[in-house]
């Protein structure tokens, strides 16, 4: 069960001792998601495979962890928030305390770390960053990485980001984004530097991009290298020029998309189903977008759309 996502056993069960290991894993657009448990008197080693160019983000609810990288130890408890290049980590042991070990992971894959490595710093290997292995989770980074993992893990697990890939490639993208920002590495100080002001013809190619591809699973990273700048240009030029983020007018535009297709007569799709299609995963805050936007609830759209009163 473990092979396939390549986590190899570096120790074997003792003979004379209980061990019992479950892991289940979700996969999505460009992420998946691995929950593990361990019972056991005795820590566990095993190594990974065959993941160049992916990220793993990882907490523990209960025991404790070692794990190597470029050949550096680092102990892990449940205060920390692991962010590990997989090309970089040669093991990692786990040991159940009071008889108990669990953690998540969120893992990365590697299209979704090039194209942000790409958008922000140009040619750039992940296992070049020397990314800090770890990061205080009661930080405001730390916290924010954990309800991304809690989101990601919730919305795989039920099937929310399987039917939504637009949301699962925007969430993987905040995921990195949030890592390449605020955890140390050796490319940080280029984060400090003020962008210049992107051209408005870029950012208006942005926009066309955007409208034209709105059916896509997009990132900003994709925006930006279709218009031809950085993601930090891009994000500063939106500032500047439509007052909002890059991601804030993409949900902006996705949300006249819905208004449109809800209001077509022939519409036999559930709400929840159109607002899914277009990357709309929390049906709350997305029924109280879409009214603060056009003024009614989508059911209402729906009801006027089929010449229903009320």
């Known amino acids: 069960m473990l092979r396939p996502h390549g986590i190899n056993a570096q120790s074997a069960p003792k003979p004379d001792g209980s061990f019992r290991w479950h892991a289940d894993v979700a996969v ?27 990220l793993a983000i990882s907490v523990l609810n209960a025991g404790k962890a070692e794990i190597v990288i470029a050949g550096k130890s680092v102990q892990r408890t449940s205060s920390d928030v692991a962010i590990v290049s997989l090309p970089n980590l040669r093991q990692q042991s786990v040991e159940a305390v009071d008889g108990r070990y669990s953690s998540v992971t969120l893992t990365l894959h590697t299209d979704v ?84 002001d992107a051209p408005p013809r870029h950012v208006r190619r942005a926009v066309e991009y955007m409208r034209a591809n709105l059916h896509l699973p997009l990132t900003i990273a994709d925006i930006a290298g279709n218009a031809g700048i950085s993601s930090r240009l891009l994000q500063s030029g939106f500032r500047r020029i439509h007052g909002t983020t890059p991601v804030a007018y993409l949900r902006k535009i996705r949300l006249e998309a819905i208004h449109d297709e809800l209001s077509r007569p022939e519409n036999l799709l559930p709400v929840s189903e159109v607002a899914l299609k277009w990357g709309f995963t929390h049906m709350g805050r997305f029924a ?17 759309a089929r010449g229903f009163c009320g």
């Open 113 to 196: 770390v090039t194209r942000a490595l790409s958008a922000t710093f140009g040619n750039a290997a992940l296992e070049d960053l020397d990314l800090t292995p770890k990061l205080d989770v009661s930080s405001s980074a730390g916290q924010l990485l954990c309800q991304l993992i809690r989101a990601s893990t919730a919305g795989l697990h039920d099937g929310i980001l399987a039917r939504s890939p637009k949301a699962s490639a925007l969430l993987s993208e905040a995921a990195m984004q949030l890592i390449l920002e605020n955890v140390p590495h050796r490319l940080t100080d280029r984060l400090s530097r003020h962008p210049m």
């Open 288 to 304: 109280a977008s879409y009214r603060s936007t056009f003024g009614l609830y989508p059911s209402e759209t729906v009801r006027r």
């Open 28 to 54: 999505g657009a460009g992420v998946d998601v691995v929950r593990a448990e361990l019972s056991a008197g005795w820590d566990w080693r095993y190594a990974y495979g065959g993941s160049s160019g992916e």
